[in-house]
């Protein structure tokens, strides 16, 4: 592909095709179908604060329909020990697998037992931990969380977050390295009211590597919020 080609497309596409060396994209998209007005809840497959396993370790994948889930396979992306990028297929009610795992950030079906979709919840758990959900019929997690792979940076240039009722909405943005301990800081906060809002960041805000990253939400009644976010990953030569 000529120079002149590269430089007429955008530059999300020119990643996307890989024509950016060292550079990738990650898109990341969540649901809750009932956030509440009490507390701020993560923008996931759960109705809470999103929890990470307090250590690495094999990761299992149940289903709350077992009649008519298990046997079929589930694919799982996140960091193993060292955080860096992992991945492994899971068979559903079957064993752990073998790749220890510091996060899981995404999950989708690859076979399913029955129909071509899951019939119940797939939870994914490491340790004592439920670190992704499948929610029934969707296929693939809805989760606005991620954590920045080591030897990596990341450059977030948008969210985005939708509402189901006319309500007021309060949202964060937040991040927390790992080398930070247990400090969440607000890189961004949106008040709003219903339909959907989207904030492109000019100025891309740059993200460490082994920083985790999460959208929470907190509704003036409860309703259904939907959040995302995209990020420019650079690989760090090293």
Do not use: C, H
Not at 3 to 19: E, R, T, V
């Amino acid at each position: 592909m000529s120079f002149i080609d590269i430089n007429n497309m955008s530059f999300g596409l020119a990643i996307q095709k890989g024509l950016v060396n060292n550079f990738s994209g990650v898109q990341k998209f969540g649901l809750n179908t009932a956030v509440g007005s009490g507390a701020f809840e993560t923008v996931w497959d759960g109705d809470n604060i999103y929890t990470y396993a307090p250590s690495s370790g094999t990761a299992t994948a149940t289903s709350s329909d077992t009649g008519s889930d298990n046997n079929g396979t589930v694919k799982i992306f996140g960091l193993d020990s060292n955080y860096d990028l992992a991945e492994e297929t899971l068979t559903i009610g079957g064993s752990a697998g073998t790749v220890s795992f510091s996060r899981v950030f995404r999950a989708l079906m690859v076979n399913a037992n029955t129909g071509n979709t899951n019939v119940g919840t797939i939870t994914v758990t490491v340790g004592a931990t439920a670190m992704a959900q499948i929610d029934a019929g969707y296929g693939q997690t809805l989760m606005a969380v991620y954590t920045v792979p080591r030897n990596y940076r990341a450059y977030l240039i948008n969210l985005d977050i939708g509402n189901s009722k006319d309500l007021e909405l309060e949202t964060i943005y937040r991040t927390k390295e790992v080398s930070n301990g247990n400090v969440w800081t607000t890189k961004a906060f949106i008040t709003s009211r219903g339909g959907f809002v989207k904030k492109d960041f000019l100025l891309p805000s740059i993200i460490n590597e082994k920083t985790d990253i999460e959208i929470r939400a907190k509704s003036s009644a409860t309703s259904a919020v939907s959040a995302g976010f995209e990020l420019v990953m650079e690989k760090i030569l090293i």
